[in-house]
């Protein structure tokens, strides 16, 4: 079955730039996801990424994603103490409709 | 325009009652899901609903029941609840693949 790992904890001092990885299985993934959730708070969808993609930027967040490793990253530019949460990435496999699976999430910690 | 909106908050339940939770979106999404969320383990899918009047069971259904009977509704029912159930629960939905799905802020439920 699909099975999406990511390290649990990440800390970085503010202004620096945070690198959050994410490992999944299934090839036919059409839709890579990241979500970030702050305290006591749902999960919001952050950004998401085309598997015919290699990269997607969007301010201060950029994409990158390995196809042959099935390797998948969020980095964060300038990151800043607002950006402490979790962050969970996400996989949507081509046989399962519109399911998607999540990683265990990586908890990002800013040190001011 | 709300989003999701989950019901109730919290919850403290005693060993064998039963309760139903409440999820609401106002996007006129076809697809919603249950997930419950526990420490290391990350999101697990419950039961999920693909339209109107279906259900499906998820990768953990086990003392869980689902009824769709509102397309913008999806209620979730314990019917004898368990310490095991002790978890945050969250609510999501999506309009088609590859919008990523939007989440309610969660509830969360103690049994004790």
């Known amino acids: 079955g699909e099975d999406v790992e990511q390290s649990l904890f990440l800390s970085v001092r503010e202004g620096d730039s945070s690198v959050i990885n994410c490992t999944y299985t299934d090839s036919s993934s059409t839709y890579l996801y990241w979500y970030k959730q702050e305290p006591g708070a749902g999960l919001q969808l952050l950004t998401y990424?085309?598997?015919?993609?290699d990269m997607k930027q969007d301010q201060r967040l950029t994409v990158l994603l390995n196809k042959k490793d099935k390797h998948l990253s969020l980095r964060i530019a300038d990151t800043q103490t607002g950006d402490s949460a979790i962050y969970f990435c996400a996989e949507s496999p081509n046989n399962a409709g519109n399911m998607l699976t999540f990683g265990g999430g990586t908890r990002l910690m800013v040190k001011p | 325009n709300a989003g999701v909106t989950q019901t109730p908050k919290f919850r403290v339940l005693k060993t064998g009652q039963s309760m139903t939770l409440l999820c609401a979106q106002d996007?006129?999404?076809?697809?919603m899901y249950w997930y419950r969320q526990d420490p290391g383990m990350g999101l697990r899918l419950i039961h999920y609903s693909v339209g109107e009047g279906t259900t499906a069971k998820g990768e953990v259904p086990d003392g869980y029941n689902v009824s769709r009977l509102k397309k913008q509704n999806f209620l979730l029912g314990l019917e004898s609840a368990a310490p095991s159930q002790t978890s945050v629960y969250f609510c999501?939905?999506?309009?088609?693949?590859?919008?990523?799905?939007?989440f309610g802020s969660g509830t969360r439920l103690t049994v004790v």
């Open positions: 990424i085309f598997s015919n993609m």
């Open positions: 996007m006129n999404h076809e697809y």
């Open positions: 999501a939905s999506s309009r088609d693949r590859g919008y990523g799905y939007t």
